[in-house]
T-cell receptor, first 113, second 111 residues
Framework: KAGVTQTPRYLIKTRGQQVTLSCSPI?????VSWYQQTPGQGLQFLFEYFSETQRNKGNFPGRFSGRQFSNSRSEMNVSTLELGDSALYLCASSQGTSGETQYFGPGTRLLVL | QKEVEQNSGPLSVPEGAIASLNCTYSDRVSQSFFWYRQYSGKSPELIMS????GDKEDGRFTAQLNKASQYVSLLIRDSQPSDSATYLC???????????FGSGTQLTVLP
């Protein structure tokens, strides 16, 4: 099976812009979770989608949003970018059962100038 | 606030030695525990998952879980230079499908 894919892999934006990141989960997986990784804060949970519905949300401002499509692909959007949004954004895929393993994609590295 | 703490690194061990990585968690209802390995510039990859008290072995890796002590560890036997990476402990609590991660322990295996 193909793994989790994320596009784009690298992105450079300027403050105030918005960005959309995409994630395609492992075939058959219906849950997609998004995480932000920074050197200072480590890996932090953003939100999780299952069957096109957001089931869980982390402690991030409303500028961070996401959605999931009927084919389980997911996008996350960050509006009004700030310098502190520079990070590695990771998508993780699972079948959707509580407590199960999540498999990570390669990530999108976002740099905000 | 659910917390996951890992022993501060960096940790250096000689090639062939046993590397011991430790993790404690604060949420007593935590049910699922994971160890991920992350190479510099790469994404986390799963090494082990453990759900029940006791030991779980997979090749050179052994995960140990003690729910009473809220403690989970990872032992790497016969450490190799290729094991040099950051090891992340992750915990899934209750019905939530979010993982709470520790800050990671950077391991260096010296040839």
């Amino acid at each position: 099976k193909a793994g989790v894919t994320q596009t784009p892999r690298y992105l450079i934006k300027t403050r105030g812009q918005q960005v959309t990141l995409s994630c395609s989960p492992i075939s058959g997986h219906r849950s997609v979770s998004w995480y932000q990784q920074t050197p200072g804060q480590g890996l932090q949970f953003l939100f999780e989608y299952f069957s096109e519905t957001q089931r869980n949300k982390g402690n991030f401002p409303g500028r961070f949003s996401g959605r999931q499509f009927s084919n389980s692909r997911s996008e996350m959007n960050v509006s009004t970018l700030e310098l502190g949004d520079s990070a590695l954004y990771l998508c993780a895929s699972s079948q959707g059962t509580s407590g199960e393993t999540q498999y990570f994609g390669p990530g999108t590295r976002l740099l905000v100038l | 606030q659910k917390e996951v703490e890992q022993n501060s690194g960096p940790l250096s061990v000689p090639e062939g030695a046993i590397a011991s990585l430790n993790c404690t968690y604060s949420d007593r209802v935590s049910q699922s525990f994971f160890w991920y390995r992350q190479y510099s510039g790469k994404s986390p990859e799963l090494i082990m998952s453990i759900y029940s008290n006791g030991d779980k072995e997979d090749g050179r890796f052994t995960a140990q879980l003690n729910k009473a002590s809220q403690y989970v560890s990872l032992l790497i036997r016969d450490s190799q230079p290729s094991d040099s990476a950051t090891y992340l402990c992750a915990v899934n609590s209750g019905s939530a499908r979010q993982l709470t991660f520790g800050s990671g322990t950077q391991l260096t295996v010296l040839p």
